[in-house]
């Protein structure tokens, strides 16, 4: 892992040269951070965009909202409206740009009327050598990366943001809703409120990383390995069961194995 001091000041630097910038915030700690940092470079315009959409869960959604609220970050919420574009829909493999190409071009048409000068969000270093669709996205409206610029990677910005106190340190990864549906099975509204309120179901029973698959009318719940133990036992295992064939799940299945990206990589 490199935290040297250079890294930093290589990212303030490259923050400072925007005059004023708008940041997708999600309230992961990439996004989280790059926007914590940039409200401390001296006269820096800057304010965050927290895309609300159904694809986010609202539990997210306030969770974000209440860690910029406690560290006196400006973050407005704007409304995306992802899941009403077929494209996204129809949900392709690169269905990641279709999302973020909406938040970005609402972004960009918020920088012509209130005069930004750029727009930045979260990927990092680590992130290079991955398919991201996402980034061909951010290329396309011109949305800089200064994490990844800096050469700061993931590890890094988890060290840097626990040491400044950040709540969101060690926060695990919290992809969109849509990421439960199966590539080609089509994104739904009904869909992702089912598996909101799927996951809010085990969560309930304690449970801190969760996915709840949706194959077709079948729940897949996974939590991270560590706890799939508890998760198989009873009466825990039944009362999710229950909990989820109420939503409306034909069949709901626990797996063993538990969600196998569960790190906080």
């Known amino acids: 892992m490199d935290s040297s001091p250079e890294l930093l000041d290589r990212l303030d630097a ?19 951070f790059l926007l914590w940092r940039a409200c401390r470079i001296p006269g820096l315009r800057v ?16 969770a974000a909202l209440a860690f910029a609220r406690a560290q006196g970050l400006p973050v407005r919420l ?14 392709p493999a690169n269905r990641c740009f279709f999302c973020k190409a909406e938040l970005f071009q609402r972004m960009e048409a918020l920088a012509r009327a209130e005069g930004w000068n750029a727009l930045a969000y979260g990927e990092h270093a680590d992130d290079l ?64 409120r089912r598996i909101e309120a799927a996951e809010a179901a085990v969560e309930a029973e304690g449970f ?15 939590v991270s390995p560590a706890e ?11 009362r999710i069961r229950s909990a989820l064939q109420a939503l409306g799940f034909a069949q709901v299945r626990l797996d063993p194995s538990g969600y196998q990206g569960a790190s906080l990589a």
């Open 129 to 192: 050598g991955h398919d991201r669709p996402g980034r061909q996205a951010a290329e396309h409206f011109a949305v800089i990366a200064p994490l990844r610029e800096a050469g700061i990677g993931k590890a890094a910005i988890r060290a840097w943001a626990a040491a400044a106190g950040l709540s969101v340190a060690d926060k695990p990864a919290q992809p969109c809703l849509a990421s439960r549906i199966p590539t080609g099975q089509p994104v739904t509204p009904e869909k992702l």
């Open 228 to 238: 799939t133990t508890r998760l198989l036992a009873e009466p825990c295992a039944s």
């Open 47 to 62: 304010e965050g965009v927290l895309a609300d959409s159904p694809s986010l869960k609202r539990s997210e959604r306030d």
């Open 78 to 91: 704007l409304s995306t409206h992802e899941t009403e574009d077929p494209r996204y829909q129809a949900n």
């Open 14 to 32: 490259r923050l400072a040269a925007c005059g004023s910038v708008l940041v997708a915030y999600s309230g992961g700690v990439d996004s989280a």
């Open 208 to 222: 801190r990383i969760v996915r709840v698959r949706h194959w077709d009318e079948t729940a897949l719940v996974q």
